[in-house]
């Protein structure tokens, strides 16, 4: 059954309104804005999916100008998106908004499919306008067509994800204007359940793309390939200089640590002599954070600041800092990677 959108009707009886009559008015008045500027939104996604269709997916493979397994690296699952969309617009524009959603989300396996490879599409795309003179040209060529209004396809590929949240904001809204005796509040709850489990998809996604770059930056900081940063469930915490005091009291050095999930490691500058090393370091030593203890030590350093006293299994490390504020950051992040470590199954 298809529950339409309340329409507003204002009391023009004199007198004071109740407050509650108040309130439903203005619910009724959020509820009906909200499913508003839904249908207007997904007329206009559903619009922009159409020409990505048509301007680039059609005519792409009508000219052949990607083999086909590129083609679909870069647009993974937009026509099935754009087919189940379509769906959904029906249902919007007939005002069958739980209705809609409730036939949409058991779909939604083909936004998923198309979250999970959009750092790929990206990467692909990168490629092939390197190497590909006609694909080059004839992704500039489409750009410029009005129907895009000077988006970029990088910009347009986008789409999808960003659809996503608009759901999650637009099924919140609703549900948040409607009472839960409403017959609607139901269905708009569990597509709101469902669509926030593929927002999360598309955070985790990011938080471990960011985390890829990070390691590859650090790998690539890094001298010769001794030291290799780029491991499976390695995650990157943060990285600055220390000084590292010798234990026999002579001078101490300053140091640069780079602390990840599991271990720490510690490097120093390359020698300046030679030009092409200037902003690389040469790792020293990469520690184990399993099974390593952490202390703050106090009073070795004359003014502000202090020690970190860090046991592993087969050594131990005393680390200096004046500045007391990131001193308590490493001791902060340090103590936090470990425990997390500790808390894997099969880390005892």
Known sequence: MCIRHPIVTMNCNPGPQSSIQQQREHWNRNHSTSARKLVQTEQLYNHQLQQIITYFVDILNAKGTLKQGIRESIFSSIKEIHSINQVLLVHLES?????G?????????????????????????????????????????????????NHKLEELLQLPVQRIDQYKHFLQNLIANISPDNPEFQPLSRALNVVCTVSQRIENNTRCYENHLQLCR???????QQMKVLAAGRWYIREGWLKVVP??????????????????LQAKRCSPLYPTN??????QHAYPLQDCTVEKVFGHTKSQGGLLSLSFPKAKLLLMSSNQVDLNEWYKSLTSAIRLLYLQPGSR
């Not at 949409?104 to 490629?127: E, G, H, M």
């Not at 200037?278 to 790792?283: A, H, L, P, R």
């Open 247 to 264: 234990p026999k009291g002579a001078q101490t050095k300053p140091m640069m640590f780079f602390l990840f999930s599991d271990m720490l």
């Open 218 to 224: 650090v790998q690539k900081l890094l001298k010769g």
């Open 95 to 99: 005002g069958c908004i739980g209705r």
């Open 101 to 149: 959603f409730d036939l949409f989300c058991p779909n939604l396996q083909y936004y998923n499919t198309y979250v999970d490879n959009i750092y790929n599409a990206s990467k692909v795309l990168r490629i092939q306008l390197k190497k590909n003179k006609a694909f080059r040209r004839f992704k500039k060529l489409q750009e410029t067509r009005s129907e895009f209004n």
């Open 278 to 283: 200037g902003n690389k370091f040469v790792g």
